[in-house]
């Protein structure tokens, strides 16, 4: 379900400060994958140190992207596999309720022929005139049975898909919720490491934090003004503006909105605005709608990053786009040529 959009003015801000502690815990909050141990910071004045560092929390930055999206599209095929399963549970239901009426019909016409009040191959034989309409009467009593026995045993087997269906939906259910499950718990492999880490980061200097956080989420750039940003319909049109007033708002993991979002929480929450349903995964909307050349691309359009994808943002028009870009930054606006581009897809 689309959130309610909310209204606001577009934020143009330069990224804010950001103490070394709010980013570290970002991350701890959010947890990656294939984490290698970290020994404590070297002494200050040691050779390599910074860059080393700077160059670890780049990485950490992305493995902690890539795991948010994991998360996001095991959440979004456990969606899909408990609407299968709520979807079989209703056949069957159906299934159970005609049965129910057809044996109900059959027990109608056998207590209609016990007590005399229909006919049945011994009335038939009492009061048929001739031979030929005997046989007519017996063939039609044994066609009305033919047919009641076909009915129960086309619902019964109905019924029967019905509940290999659910069960096996309950298994793909069962499965895809212990792998939510397993990526959310993959976070405690950060926590177990970040006083080691937060150790190394502290030994950067300001600037060396700027570009090991640039590395991965990409540059800042100075937004445009609202009304340069021209798309070519009002769909369009209203994706960017929606995106656009969210410049400001945090990265949090997992999040889509409507005061905080994540990298396919954002293009989601932003396409709900004109009417458009994504699922909130980078790796599914970097395959819906058409495929769209570099050269090609028009404000609105999808634009995605990494192999396999773990990151999405929404073109603006010269160059830009804009995006939930990295935990520890805000929404805002960067190249479309930030290390990793992909591809993009044109939905509307």
């Not at 096996?168 to 718990?185: I, L, Y």
């Not at 492999?189 to 700027?210: D, G, K, W």
């Not at 400001?248 to 004109?274: N, R």
Request: proline fraction near 4%.
């Amino acid at each position: 379900m689309a959130t309610a959009q909310h209204s606001r003015a577009p934020r143009y801000v330069r990224r804010p400060q950001r103490s070394t502690f709010m980013v570290l815990m970002s991350l701890a909050g959010a947890g990656v994958i294939g984490l290698s141990p970290i020994t404590a910071a070297a002494a200050p004045g040691d050779p390599g140190t910074a860059e080393e560092a700077a160059s670890l929390v780049a990485e950490r930055g992305h493995q902690l992207e890539a795991l948010t999206e994991e998360f996001n599209e095991a959440r979004e095929i456990l969606a899909t596999q408990q609407r299968a399963v709520s979807a079989a549970a209703d056949q069957i239901a159906a299934a159970d309720a005609e049965l129910a009426t057809l044996r109900d019909q059959l027990a109608g016409v056998a207590e209609s022929a016990y007590t005399g009040g229909g006919m049945t191959s011994l009335s038939a034989f009492m009061t048929s005139s001739s031979p030929e309409d005997l046989l007519d009467r017996v063939s039609f009593l044994e066609t009305v049975a033919g047919h009641h026995n076909d009915l129960l045993e086309r619902v019964s087997a109905a019924r029967t898909a019905a509940q290999d269906a659910r069960t096996a939906a309950d298994v793909a259910a069962a499965e895809a919720q212990a792998q939510v499950n397993a990526v959310a718990a993959k976070q405690t492999e950060l926590e177990s490491q970040i006083a080691a880490f937060q150790q190394q980061y502290n030994s950067l200097s300001t600037e060396e934090q700027q570009q090991a956080d640039d590395a991965h989420g990409g540059a800042s750039l100075e937004a445009p003004p609202p009304a340069t940003v021209a798309a070519g319909s009002a769909a369009a049109q209203t994706i960017v503006d929606t995106a656009m007033a969210q410049l400001g708002d945090p990265y949090v993991w997992a999040a889509a909105g409507p005061d905080s979002f994540d990298c396919s929480g954002l293009t989601q929450y932003a396409f709900a605005a004109a009417g458009v349903q994504l699922p909130h995964s980078s790796k599914m909307q970097s395959t819906m709608g058409q495929a769209v050349a570099r050269a090609d691309l028009q404000p609105g359009d999808l634009v995605y990053f990494y192999s396999p994808v773990s990151h999405i943002g929404i073109y603006i028009g010269g160059g830009k786009m804009v995006h939930a870009s990295t935990s520890g930054e805000p929404v805002k606006v960067g190249s479309v040529d930030m290390a990793g581009y992909a591809g993009a897809r044109r939905v509307l």
